[in-house]
Nanobody
Framework: QVHLVESGGGLVQPGGSLRLSCVVS????????IGWFRQAPGKEREGISCISSSDGSTYYQESLNGRFTMSRDSAKNTVYLQMNNLKREDTAVYYCAATPYGHGSLAPFEYDYWGQGTQVTVSS
């Protein structure tokens, strides 16, 4: 059974940084795409970034303007989301999700497995 567990959320001041982690277990192979998503109160879940299962290409929501960086450590079955220059509007519950053999997508419906989420609050 596939499981994803996020960690690293918390309270941070505007302009600060956080690094989220997502540990993936249960896949019998390494060919799965991972995506990071977030959902703010009263808003739809949106895709932030993703990594393709085939060539490791990463994709980002354009509005982030390079503030977030996604990386993958296959040896540790862990995916990271480094978030810099955080803004109040980044406040949300952040989720990682996985799908086998995925090409990398920011659409939530493309993903089969989800973590429980981790809260990120940006406030002074």
């Amino acid at each position: 059974q596939v499981h994803l567990v996020e960690s690293g959320g918390g309270l941070v001041q505007p302009g600060g940084s956080l690094r989220l982690s997502c540990v993936v277990s249960g896949f019998t192979h390494d060919y799965y795409a991972i995506g990071w998503f977030r959902q703010a109160p009263g808003k739809e879940r949106e895709g932030i970034s993703c990594i393709s299962s085939s060539d490791g290409s990463t994709y980002y929501q354009e509005s982030l303007n390079g503030r977030f960086t996604m990386s993958r450590d296959s040896a540790k079955n862990t995916v990271y989301l480094q978030m810099n220059n955080l803004k109040r509007e980044d406040t949300a519950v952040y989720y990682c999700a996985a799908t086998p053999y995925g090409h990398g997508s920011l659409a939530p419906f493309e993903y089969d497995y989800w973590g429980q989420g981790t809260q990120v609050t940006v406030s002074s």
